[in-house]
C-alpha cells in the first residue's frame, strides 16, 4: 500500500512540474543560452531603452553596448571595398599628394556589358547631367542658378578614375558627396560612363592635324 502510494505520488509530483514547466512557449522553464534565445535587436526606429543599451563604449556598465554600425573590418555581401583615400589636410582637392593617392587606385569593375552601361547612363542623368548637362557639357538646367559648374568632358581626361571617384565621394567645390545617393559600384560604373562622353582621341588628332591643300600636289599651271 505505501509503495502504491509512494509511486502515485511521485507520478503527480512529475505531471505537475511538466505541465507548470511548459504552460508558455514563450517563456521556457531553462535556457541553455539565454542570449541566442532573446535576441538583443530592436526595431530600426523604434525608441532605444537607455536603461538597456547605451552608444557610449567609456560608460557601458550593466548596459549594452550598441551603436547601429557594423563589425569594424566588414563589408555587406556583394559591396566593394571601401575606397581607401580619405580627405585630409595635406591632400586638398587639387594636392599633388591626392592626385598621385587617387592615380594608384584603379577601377574595380570590368568592362560594362550593355545593360551595365544603360543603367550607368540612367545614374548619370539623374545625378549629374542636372547641373553637368547630359553630354558632361557644363550646360545642365541648374548649372546657371549654381554657378562654378565645370565640363566633365573637358576636365576628365586629365583625372584618374581614381580621382573622379574621389570627387563623386567627398564632393568639390561647389558640388557636394554624393556617397549617400550612390553606392560604390554605382559611382564606379559613373566612372567609366563618364569615359564614354569625353572625346575619341583619334577624332581629336584628326581635327588637330591641318587640312592639306589638294591643289598643292599638282601644282599650279
Known amino acids: ?22 504552460d508558455s512557449k514563450r517563456q521556457p522553464g531553462k535556457i541553455y543560452m539565454p542570449d541566442m534565445a532573446y535576441s538583443r535587436a530592436y526595431e530600426t526606429y523604434a525608441e532605444r531603452n537607455d536603461s538597456i543599451f547605451t552608444m557610449d563604449a567609456a560608460n557601458i556598465g550593466k548596459r549594452i553596448f550598441y551603436n547601429n554600425l557594423p563589425v569594424a573590418g566588414t563589408i555587406k555581401r556583394g559591396e566593394l571595398f571601401p575606397f581607401s583615400v580619405v580627405p585630409s589636410k595635406t591632400n586638398g582637392v ?6 598621385n593617392l587617387t592615380a ?11 545593360v551595365d552601361s544603360a543603367e550607368a547612363g540612367r545614374l548619370f542623368n539623374i545625378n549629374c547631367a ?9 550646360n545642365g538646367p541648374l548649372a546657371p542658378k549654381i554657378g562654378g559648374v565645370k565640363s566633365i568632358v573637358a576636365g576628365s581626361p586629365g583625372y584618374s578614375d581614381g580621382r ?3 570627387v563623386m565621394t567627398y564632393g568639390q567645390n561647389n558640388m557636394g558627396s554624393y556617397a549617400s545617393q550612390l553606392d560604390r ?3 564606379w560604373m559613373i566612372v567609366q560612363y ?16 591641318p587640312a592639306k591643300d589638294s591643289t598643292a600636289a599638282k601644282g599650279t599651271k
Request: charge should be positive; charged fraction near 20%; proline fraction near 4%.
Open 1 to 22: 500500500m505505501k509503495r502504491h502510494n509512494l509511486i502515485t505520488a511521485v507520478l503527480i509530483t512529475a505531471i505537475i512540474v511538466s505541465v507548470s514547466s511548459c
Open 94 to 99: 587639387d594636392s599633388n599628394a591626392l592626385i
Open 104 to 114: 594608384s587606385i584603379k577601377n574595380p569593375l570590368p568592362a560594362l556589358s550593355a
Open 130 to 138: 542636372v547641373c553637368h548637362g547630359a553630354k558632361g557639357e557644363a
Open 164 to 166: 573622379i571617384f574621389y
Open 185 to 187: 559600384k554605382q559611382r
Open 194 to 209: 563618364i569615359r564614354t562622353l569625353e572625346p575619341k582621341k583619334d577624332a581629336s588628332a584628326a581635327a588637330a592635324t
